[in-house]
């Protein structure tokens, strides 16, 4: 693979109280011909993470021809699991129901954070997003103890196909965390089953974390693409890449990524939270540069 990245498409700059800065976790929803409504995790002066989109016009370079003048979701009231922030996580567009997966965040003493996911539901006669419950609809359990991360979901033969991100430990600096990819099933796309089998495991030296899996199926392979953090001397977030023949078992092959760090500018430091897809016979690639999000996000298209 070989991306060529084409344009730094939007970054918040105080644009409401609640989209102060970042716009993390791009995922984008076709509108119509060239439109493509682009969710985002933004924050606001608290630093509490809220969801919104921008719309962009793929047939006028990228242009954002509207932003989301209020949240599509907003952090819980006081208490509940996703009292500091909801973050975006996967939208499942089944032909009658629209899912939206999404991180609910605690902040926490003992630890940094505590996520989980929680579910909303689109209403159409509303035009809105709904939660389906105030409490996640996949929370910490024997198999996820300690906290679990961005989904990425398919539905196959009436089956929902979850990949998500889970922490196997804690420690006193955050470089001490084992965080990896498991997978899930359901037969409703709320209840979901745990194998507690780990689907993409640590490598590089150095590697803790692996975040944010994105899944599609191209004929009879699957593909993922992640965020992966620290690597020998490089500490910072890079876009990982693997296939697998069944979902299951994975092969890591990150060095056939074809996306890397720029020398300068909005993503010179990192890259992470790819999102992929098919525009025009084309597949471009949405993604995070440098602070996770501070620098908002681009587009890159494959070159071959």
Not at 222 to 237: C, D, E, L, P
């Amino acid at each position: 693979m070989n991306w060529t990245k084409l344009k730094n498409i939007f970054c918040p700059d105080n644009n409401f109280s609640w989209m102060v800065s970042h716009a993390a976790n791009p995922f984008a929803e076709r509108m119509s011909e060239g439109i493509y409504r682009i969710y985002f995790t933004c924050r606001d002066a608290e630093s509490r993470s809220h969801i919104g989109y921008v719309d962009v016009d793929f047939n006028d370079d990228f242009k954002v021809v509207s932003i989301s003048d209020v949240p599509v979701l907003a952090p819980g009231e006081l208490g509940l699991f996703d009292d500091s922030g909801t973050a975006m996580g996967y939208l499942l567009n089944t032909g009658d129901k629209k899912y939206l997966y999404y991180l609910g965040w605690n902040l926490k003493v003992t630890v940094p954070w505590l996520n989980t996911i929680g579910l909303a539901i689109w209403n159409e006669a509303k035009g809105t997003f709904e939660k389906y419950s105030r409490a996640p609809i996949m929370d910490r359990s024997d198999e996820d103890p300690f906290t679990i991360s961005y989904p990425s979901v398919l539905l196959e033969n009436g089956k929902y196909r979850m990949w998500y991100g889970s922490n196997l430990k804690w420690g006193k600096t955050q470089d001490e965390m084992d965080h990896v990819i498991k997978y899930a099933e359901s037969n409703d796309g709320i209840h979901w089953n745990r194998t507690n089998q780990i689907h993409i495991h640590l490598e590089h030296p150095g590697e803790y974390a692996l975040s944010k899996p994105f899944v599609i199926k191209s004929g009879d392979l699957y593909q993922m693409w992640y965020s992966y953090r620290a690597n020998g001397t490089v500490t910072t977030y890079r876009i990982g890449y693997a296939e697998s023949a069944d979902g299951i078992s994975w092969k890591r092959k990150d060095e056939e990524v074809g996306i890397d760090v720029s020398p300068e500018g909005w993503d010179s430091e990192m890259i992470c939270y790819p999102f992929v897809f098919d525009h025009g016979g084309t597949r471009y690639m949405l993604y995070n540069g440098n602070g996770y999000g501070r620098t908002g996000f681009g587009i890159a298209q494959l070159s071959d």
